[in-house]
């Protein structure tokens, strides 16, 4: 039979925790918290300042964090909610769930999974998501600024926005890279997809309409 633990530690405690199969909950420790795992699930709330989390093929649950941020998983599947500050993330097989985002920073790439980022821009901020055979698509607020480098080899490029060419660029929105701005531009926006669809969304990010 497997054993449970709770632990109850001051609000600010740094939390580290490692295990094989089972599945690791954080809440409200308002700090630092490493989480290693196999194939267990991680389940992190309320955390601040550093995150960090590696497992092979447990999937990940982040809510309410803030601060400096990274997750790598292999057949992971990675779900957040409501993070601030600086993402780095990571999955093999896996899908990326960004949601309420407010990051000035983000890294995000999968081999055959999708990456769904929905939330603000910082005017100063970078944003590159990358995955091979799935589609990325961003969910933006109307009055976003940014530059956009967008790239796809077999995939097409769909936007709610009217997308103003950079010089030089022509039209056509399959199987090319393209650069566009919205607004008065300000963050620097990276995405690509090899086979699958980027798709640019006024609002909640719908995933994949096509």
Request: no cysteine.
């Amino acid at each position: 039979n497997g054993a449970r633990f709770d632990v109850v530690v001051p609000t600010g405690t740094r939390v580290s925790a490692t295990t094989v199969s089972g599945r690791v909950e954080v809440r409200a420790t308002e700090g630092e918290v490493v989480v290693r795992t196999t194939s267990g699930s991680v389940d992190i709330r309320n955390a601040k300042e550093r995150v960090e989390v590696s497992t092979v093929s447990g999937d990940v649950e982040l809510s309410r964090v803030s601060g400096r941020m990274r997750v790598d998983g292999v057949s992971s599947t990675v779900y957040a909610d409501d993070l601030a500050g600086e993402l780095h993330v990571e999955t093999v097989s896996g899908e990326i769930t960004l949601r309420r985002g407010a990051l000035t920073d983000l890294v995000a790439t999968a081999v055959s999974g999708t990456i769904d980022y929905e939330g603000t821009l910082s005017a100063n901020g970078s944003y590159r998501l990358n995955t091979h055979s799935g589609s990325v698509t961003l969910g933006l607020p109307a009055n976003v600024g940014a530059l956009l480098e967008l790239e796809t080899f077999s995939g097409r490029i769909n936007s709610d926005f009217p997308l103003t060419l950079q010089p030089g660029e022509t039209g056509g929105r399959r199987g090319r890279r393209m650069e566009f701005t919205l607004g008065n531009g300000g963050a620097r926006v990276t995405a690509g997809a090899f086979s699958g669809n980027i798709n640019i969304r006024r609002g909640v990010a719908a995933g994949d309409r096509e």
